[in-house]
């Protein structure tokens, strides 16, 4: 059965590589066993984000408009729960649609983000289900970090005087670094290297590296564990 889904891989790999496009988007989506979606429809489509005041300043390119497509299509079916198909397939997308894809990338069910070309991602890291990542103000995540279930990453917010008035502030993960589930993460935060933010802290100010943030809003309350342990030893070993 690997060798079934090497090859459908291989085939996708190959399509997109040739460049995206209305027939190429359908040739991938039957590979998917997708349901029909006409050309004309394709061709047609807008998505949620290019409806936000940010699309207005980097507006999504047509291949950009495709990869963001097949990428939230592909939850809605059987084959995003086929491990050794799925993670393999957001890799592929992810390469072409984010600012930088490092390899090893694992990325579970119902990871959702709305402008890929913001987000940076490192070696190694994995994000679990229902992930959201704003990244209209940038997120840049480093190597072998772990991002759990649930967890909210936003870099935009509004003036309570206004909605229409929008502020954007980076985030930044640093390598090693654990976002545990349920956690969520402020615009202009900077979790540091080897940091850990607990399940269900609302992170609104700045984690030092090797620290532990807990609560709402998140507070240090202490050193990591680390056991003397630092970088490749302290065994951020993800799926595959």
Not at 11 to 18: E, F, L, P, S
Not at 95 to 116: I, K, M, Q, T, Y
Request: hydrophobic share 45%; glycine share 8%.
């Amino acid at each position: 059965m690997a060798d079934v889904f090497d090859q459908m891989l291989t085939h996708i790999r190959k399509i997109i590589d040739a460049g995206l496009d209305a027939d190429a988007v359908m040739r991938v989506l039957e590979i998917l066993e997708s349901p029909y979606v006409s050309k004309e429809i394709l061709e047609k489509a807008r998505l949620y984000s290019e409806t936000l005041p940010k699309a207005e300043e980097r507006p999504f390119t047509p291949e950009q408009r495709y990869l963001h497509f097949l990428w939230d299509a592909f939850d809605k079916l059987p084959l995003c729960l086929i491990v050794p198909f799925s993670i393999p397939f957001r890799r592929i997308l992810a390469e072409r649609l984010f600012a930088r894809c490092g390899r090893a990338l694992v990325v579970e069910e119902n990871v959702r983000f709305n402008f890929g070309q913001f987000l940076s991602v490192g070696d190694n890291v994995f994000f679990n289900r229902n992930v959201f990542l704003d990244t209209k103000g940038g997120v840049e995540i480093g190597d072998a970090v772990g991002v759990a279930e649930d967890v909210r990453i936003f870099t935009h917010g509004h003036d309570e005087a206004s909605h229409m008035t929008r502020s954007y502030a980076p985030v930044r993960i640093g390598s090693y670094a654990k976002i545990y589930a349920g956690a969520t993460i402020m615009p202009g935060v900077t979790v540091g290297e080897q940091a850990i933010v607990a399940s269900g802290a609302v992170v609104t100010h700045d984690v030092p590296p090797n620290m532990v943030a807990a609560g709402i809003p998140a507070k240090v309350i202490r050193e990591r564990h680390s056991g003397g342990r630092s970088g490749e030893e302290l065994e951020h070993i993800w799926l595959f």
